[in-house]
């Protein structure tokens, strides 16, 4: 059972160069968070205990010049609970130049 209104959020196509700031809602009944660990560099986390929302702001930098056409990349936030329970939270996109 997620704890989370959703545990993917789709972009779409974005275009690289600008930040994506990306906002996970709790349910009510979640427990407490002990630990949030994004699964790469380009993704900061900021949890509200008020609000409970999980702000996720992706970099989403340039695409490099030897990567031709599209780019899908998705981005995995592990949530680890205080009673050891843990959660996988996903943002996809598909991004262009």
């Known amino acids: 059972m997620s704890h989370w209104e959703k545990s993917e959020i789709n972009l779409g196509i974005i275009k690289a160069g600008s ?32 609000t409970k929302e999980l702000v996720i702001t992706y970099s989403n930098s340039n695409i490099p010049d030897q990567v031709q056409g599209a780019q899908s990349v998705t981005k995995r ?10 959660e996988i939270l996903t943002i996809k996109a598909t991004r262009i130049r």
């Open 77 to 86: 936030v592990d949530i680890q609970y205080e009673d050891g329970t843990t």
């Open 19 to 50: 930040p994506k700031k990306i906002i996970f809602r709790s349910l009510e009944s979640i427990p407490t968070i002990k630990l949030i660990l994004p699964y790469c560099g380009c993704t900061a986390t900021k949890y509200d205990e008020q």
